[in-house]
């Protein structure tokens, strides 16, 4: 099993009113990742659910890349720029967090700050609480329509937002548990009204704007063996993007061979590796989305255990090989001490040898 480090707290995620600083973050994915590529040396590389449609849903498609690589590639607001400068290259996709304390707060903000930031790519990615902190765990109301009309208007809200293609990652990390969000799930009798409650969110959301797409996101293992994960899955029919999350971490994958024996490993029965991940999407016909990655210093690590160019360049392979099925992905680059490529305030990286990779693999154009 991997170790779950405690959770940080998710109030910089999401300030009523006000623009966030670089999100703080819960408790996010533990990972592991692709196979048989060459050394990073070689190149240094309860009321009935609102109907919606099948056709509602279905593969991402979100046009031409800004980056000029052949997938969508972007990051986190508060490094979003200082990545494009290393990079040589614009980014495709912005990421921001939305989980106050209550629906109201949801409302207030998805219709004043949030849609501001949409403007600075052509994919605008919104991670968005299932439930806010004041109804954890309160999936039986929102499944029977207790909440439709928050997101109705947060849909409408976002519909507003100026780029290309709107997605909401709803509910992520969902298998993670309640100690890290308040849409987590405990226990498999909650599983069915989850489901529910995920479906009817998202049929709400897109009545509110119709072009939104929605994606539901998973940590890359679900450590709680009551649970398994491919029973949380909402369904086709409204599920556009599967996401994952897939941290360096549970173990850091610093050799080709730890890399290649992760990539398409299961756990309990479900997805845990990248591939495997893959592969799931894939069976749903749909794209994958790798919406939160990055090193991840944690613990009595030193910057030096957690700089780990073999990692960066093997997500970069997969990223590269699997364009074609891949619906977007961004890196994590917030926290300077645990994760960030590059400081949006000029000052260095702890990681300079994965920062290295990510320059020079992301500037070659593939």
């Known amino acids: 099993m991997e170790p779950m480090p405690a959770a940080a707290p998710l ?25 048989g590529v060459e050394p990073l040396s070689a190149r240094l590389q309860s009321s009935p659910t609102p109907a919606v449609t099948a056709a509602a849903a279905g593969p991402a498609s979100f046009g031409v ?27 495709d996709v912005e990421h921001v967090y939305v989980a106050p304390q ?6 207030q903000n998805t219709g004043s700050w949030v849609p501001r930031y949409a403007s600075k790519a052509p994919v605008f990615m919104v991670s968005l609480a299932l439930l806010p902190k004041a109804n954890k765990s309160q999936f039986s109301q929102c499944a029977a329509g207790a909440f439709d009309g928050y997101f109705r208007q947060v849909g ?18 969902a298998n993670i548990g309640s100690g890290s969000h308040p849409w987590g799930v405990d226990t498999p009798d909650q599983v069915p009204a989850y489901v529910a409650c995920w479906r009817r969110a998202a049929a709400a959301l897109k009545a509110g704007g119709p072009a939104l797409n929605t994606e539901w996101t998973s940590a890359k293992k679900t450590a709680n063996k009551a649970l398994h994960v491919t029973d949380m899955y909402p369904g086709d029919d409204v599920v556009d993007v599967v996401g994952v999350h897939y941290y360096d971490s549970g173990p850091e994958k610093s050799t080709q061979a730890v890399w290649d024996k992760y990539y398409g490993i299961t756990f ?26 990055g090193l991840w210093r944690q613990g009595a690590m030193t910057a030096a255990q957690a700089d780990d160019p073999v990692y960066v360049d093997n997500m970069y392979r997969f990223f590269r090989d699997h364009a074609a099925d891949l619906a977007y992905e961004t890196y994590f680059n917030a926290m300077a001490d645990q994760h960030a490529l590059c400081n949006a305030d000029g000052t260095p990286t702890s990681f300079p040898g994965a920062a290295a990779a990510y320059k020079a693999d992301w500037s070659l154009g593939h």
């Open 102 to 107: 209550t629906f109201a707060d949801m409302v």
């Open 268 to 293: 309990n029965g479900g997805p845990r590796g990248l591939g495997t991940w893959l592969d799931f999407a894939r069976s749903r016909g749909k794209k994958l989305a790798v919406s939160e990655y």
């Open 65 to 91: 890349t800004a980056s000029g690589l052949s997938w969508f590639s972007g990051a986190t607001d508060g490094g979003f720029q200082c990545l494009a400068q290393m990079r040589h290259r614009a980014l």
């Open 156 to 173: 409408a809200n976002l519909r507003q937002a100026h780029a290309r293609a709107v997605i909401i990652r709803l509910g992520w990390e």
């Open 11 to 35: 109030a910089a995620l999401d300030v009523l009113g006000a623009a966030p600083a670089a999100p703080a973050r819960a408790e996010l994915a533990l990972l592991d990742l692709a196979a």
